[in-house]
């Protein structure tokens, strides 16, 4: 089947037999070039990241042909959504750099220190101790305690899996901290 073919089908059509078609005939590709192209290797869950992003760029195909907001394909229909896709891409990247926390900007500790100088050591200490956590878990950590942001916006954030994930993590981050600090984990009681 055609792209033009494919456009018009989703036009005229409520059923889902286009999406199917365009799914199975783009997904892999559009796969290919993200993991080729925009996403780089180091970036976690890559394929699994690659693919939502696919899908995502097909559900905003299929709203703006329904809506009318596209008509006539100026480029091929793979074109198009390897387009939206990294632009989606793009855009999430952008949304998770304007929350990004650094360790310069952490708040200030709760407990009132005694002195001045004792606070800035111990302002000097924390920073220290988040930047040899490593970005991931800096930004993990300033998420939950921070920001105080529920685990599937975490999850999403930092591109895992799912929220589970996001707190099995924390929980390893919490770990690598308190061995920074030379304090052994918390044991449960039975």
Request: glycine share 4%; hydrophobic share 40%; net charge positive.
């Amino acid at each position: 089947m055609s792209d033009e073919a494919l456009l018009t089908a989703l036009q005229e059509s409520g059923d889902d037999a286009g999406i199917h078609v365009i799914y199975r005939k783009y997904r892999e590709p559009c796969v290919r070039f993200l993991l080729g192209r925009v996403i780089p290797p180091e970036e976690t869950n890559r394929h699994e990241l690659a693919v939502e992003l696919f899908t995502e760029s097909l559900i905003i195909l299929v709203e703006n042909v329904r809506s009318g907001r596209l008509t006539v394909l100026t480029a091929r229909l793979d074109t198009y959504l390897n387009a939206v896709a990294r632009n989606l891409y793009r855009k999430m990247k952008r949304r998770k750099r304007e929350i990004c926390w650094e360790p310069d900007e952490l708040p200030e500790p709760l407990v009132e220190p005694v002195s001045e100088a004792e606070a800035e050591e111990i302002r000097r200490e924390v920073h220290q101790k988040m930047r040899e956590l490593g970005p991931r878990c800096r930004q993990l950590l300033a998420y939950f305690y921070f920001l105080h942001l529920d685990w599937a916006t975490i999850a999403e954030l930092l591109g895992y899996k799912n929220a589970a994930s996001a707190k099995t993590n924390k929980s390893k981050c919490m770990v690598r901290l308190r061995a920074l600090y030379g304090v052994s984990p918390p044991t449960k009681s039975k």
